[in-house]
């Protein structure tokens, strides 16, 4: 049995005051034990007062991003060393509004995700295709590339430490969410790719989890779902009663 896997993707929202309370409110919510996987990913600024406030339960600190490079004279950029020896546990790579804003491609990424697991961060490796490739019927083709682009040169032994976070664009931060089929259909077929590719067990246990726009009113229908491990949040995480319905519907 995959453990549920919930993660709120803060992006570049809140002040540090502002997102001192919301984690604040999800430690006490959470309390001290929890069925789900639960992970704040707020900005690089947030990470050492959430990696602070969390430190008594079991709720994990994310970060949004690092450096495809190790360390260096790269102005503004920050490392996957430098994350995790704050005690950061995971880190959102391949996120579309990188891919889409900042030109990152499937090289890079997959670059990113060599250096976060080396350095001990586990990844959220998100893919997903945008409304035109979805309109023209290319959605496997491109989440597939997309996952065995970015997982190229992944041995088996750190599958388990990427979670695989499918993003339809066209989902994300607009209010529409693929409906249960269309989810449902992308994880099955992420699913039998690693399946084949790493073998049935990884198949088995590797979380794929679905984001773009999940809000407590959709989040049942698509939790149920057998492949379907949990959601990333965007918008719905940044009030801690919403983010904590979607959690409760995971369980
Ligand atoms: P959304 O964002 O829930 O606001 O659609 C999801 C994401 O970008 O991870």
């Known amino acids: 049995m995959r453990k549920k896997f919930v993660a709120g993707n803060w992006k570049m929202f809140k002040t540090i005051p502002e997102g001192r309370e919301l984690v604040k409110a999800i430690v006490k919510k959470t309390g ?17 007062m959430a990696v602070e406030l969390t430190k008594n339960s079991p709720v994990m600190i994310g970060a949004q991003d690092v450096s495809v490079r190790e360390e260096g004279a790269f102005t503004g950029e920050v490392s996957a060393s430098m994350v995790k020896s704050l005690d950061v546990t ?20 997959s ?13 959220i490796y998100c893919v997903g295709e945008n409304l035109v490739e979805r309109e023209i019927g ?59 590719f790493y073998g049935k067990d990884m198949g088995d246990t590797v979380r794929i989890i679905y984001g773009g726009s999940v809000k407590p009113e959709n989040a049942d229908k698509l939790m149920k779902l057998p492949d379907i491990d949990g959601a990333l949040v965007g918008g719905a995480c940044l009030e801690a009663d919403s983010f904590m319905a979607i959690i409760a519907a995971a369980k």
Do not use: M
């Open 90 to 109: 995971h880190v959102i790579l391949g996120h579309s509004e990188r891919r889409h804003f900042w030109h990152e491609r499937d090289w890079l990424i």
């Open 138 to 196: 290319l959605t496997n083709e491109v989440v597939l590339s997309q996952i065995e682009l970015g997982l190229r040169n992944i041995a088996g032994e750190a599958l388990p430490r990427i979670t695989i976070a499918y993003e339809p664009v066209w989902a994300i931060g607009t209010g529409k969410t693929a409906t249960p089929k269309q989810a449902a259909d992308v994880h099955k077929s992420i699913r039998s790719w690693i399946a084949d």
């Open 111 to 123: 670059k990113k995700i060599r250096i976060a697991l080396r350095h001990g961060l586990d990844v």
């Open 32 to 48: 001290k034990k929890t069925d789900v996987d639960i992970a704040i990913c707020p900005s690089f600024a947030h990470l050492p």
